[in-house]
């Protein structure tokens, strides 16, 4: 029994032997080239070769050596040198098994086969959703279909949801699958996937994969995206104000949008509170808003899916800032000299800054304005500002002319001036006020004519050219300034200038300087007819007056200085024997110094020494 068992398994291995045989996998449309393994290269001893091909459970030959018989293929087959069978172009029917029949002169035949197998990537997969809206259910409803096209061997398809595989029979998953072949013989694949739908569906994602084989692996390929559009009833509603800023202003474009929460939106009324008007139904109320648009709004939503009518409600501010309102009118005329005080008062819907500007700069905060007219240079043009303190951009602004009137202010070119007779002189005087002032030149009770030239409207400007004489050096020329209000006085003083003279440099560098300037903006009591008191100039005397002091101080205490070292021989007398010996009846004279003054003439650092003439002198009379 057992040596029976073991001869069956014997032949059962022997017969699956006998049916192994090669496979070749080729691309549709490329060549291929099948080997005849029981050819041997250079073998003569073989009779003849055939290769064949099974159709229809029959094997036809298709060639005889490198005959190539007559056969749907022959056009597209050919022998190699080797005897191996090269196929070019091939097709869907090519997918078959070859035989390589080789036959002695024995009558022995040996044989190889080789199975082509053909391959074609599939078309993309495109994928349709359910395009009708689907009510949320337990139940698995059909969602979407999956097709590929033109692919061989079959390829396989599988779906997704938002990157999660859906697996047929799992979570109530049904994936039904339809295959058909063409008529080219390729494959499509249709897959059609239902599954329950949940509100959480809405922002699903769905996409299929095909999977396919090639000689060189195993590839894929995706589909787009898709959604479903998931149905569900309405629980309530919700009233809400859009804007492109969250503190809404007079001028803003305001949406009021109303929205249930549910699929399809119900039907929808937009009421203004305590109005029965309606103001849009299923859709969003635009507008630009002002303030009285400020309350409340209604929405009122009904739908099929609704057993009772849903309302929602919201208030809508709007905020506003009115432009600023002065405690005066503009233009303010005020006074020179006086102070003028401005109050800006506004009306807004939320809390406010003010601020004043002049010239695009702030000057003071707060509502009160305070101005110190003392110069014709605060007139102008001041402004209030005020903006909403949460609302930046919500700003209005009033502008202030101020207007200034009083004596004129006077200025001149120069307040003293060094002339000389016969000297021609240019000066010029300035004079604002308002009104516009008049200006009058007068120097010795006398009035001269200057060209007068207008600067602005409240200013003007007097030039004047003067050939000096004599008896107008050391005088002032008087510039008069003068409108309906009062006038004020300038001086200009025209000094001697001094003869040049040879003077040491002390000399120069102690010259007196000018006289100061007379104060300008002087009372109009002052008469311009006074005449200005005569001006000396005694600085050279005085410089050498002091010069001389300096010097006898300074020789005083050079005196003082030797008689204390001892080097001036003040009271004291002697003689000295200078004749010789024997000659004692010869007449002696003593020399003295007549003053200590001649005495003292000594050079500094000659102390150590002294020089002869610091010795009592002697002259011999014997001669």
Known sequence: MDILILLSLCLLSWRGIQGQHDQSKVLLGHKVTLPCEVHRHGDSSAATLQWLYEKNGNHLILTTGTTIEDSDMKDRVSVNKNMGLVIKNVQMQDEKLFICQVKD??????????????????????????????????????????????????????????????????????????????????????????????????????YCEVSYDLPKGNFMKESGKGNITVYYPNTEVQLMIKSQSEMIKEGDEVQLICKGDGNPQPQISLYRKDEDKVLAEDAPYIWKVSRKDSGGYICKALGLDIFNDMEAETELHVHFLDPPVLSEKSPVNAELGNILSIFCSVNSSAQTDIHWTRDGSIIANGSELSLSLQDYTDAGRYECVARVTSIPALTQSQELLVILKGKPQVSVSSQLIEVQDGEKLTVTCTAIGNPTPNISWYINGSEIDGQISQVTDNKVMSELTLLVMQEQVNERL?????????????????????????????????????????????DSTKDPSIEPRSQKSYGVVIVAVIVCILLLAILGAVLYFLYKKGRIPCGRSGTKDITKPGEKDHIVVEMKPDSPAEESVLLPGAQDKKQPVDQEKYMDLRN
């Open 478 to 522: 008087i510039c008069v300034a003068q409108n309906e209000f009062n006038s004020s006085t300038e001086y200009i003083q025209l000094q001697e200038r001094p003869a040049t003279t040879a003077v040491s440099s002390d000399d120069k560098e102690t010259a007196p300087t000018d006289e100061p300037a007379a104060k300008t903006g002087s």
């Open 105 to 206: 002169q024995n009558d022995e035949v040996k044989e190889s086969k080789v199975h082509v197998k053909v391959y074609q990537a599939p078309e993309g997969p495109e994928i349709t959703m359910e395009e009708n809206g689907i009510q949320i259910t337990d139940e698995a409803v059909q969602i979407g279909i999956c097709e590929t096209k033109n692919g061989y061997p079959t390829p396989n398809i599988t779906w997704y949801r938002n990157s999660t595989q859906l697996r047929n029979g799992k979570n109530d998953v049904v994936v039904s699958t339809l295959i058909t072949v063409l008529s080219n013989g390729l494959i499509a694949v249709k897959s059609a996937l239902s599954s329950p739908v949940s509100k959480s569906d809405v922002y699903s994602e769905f």
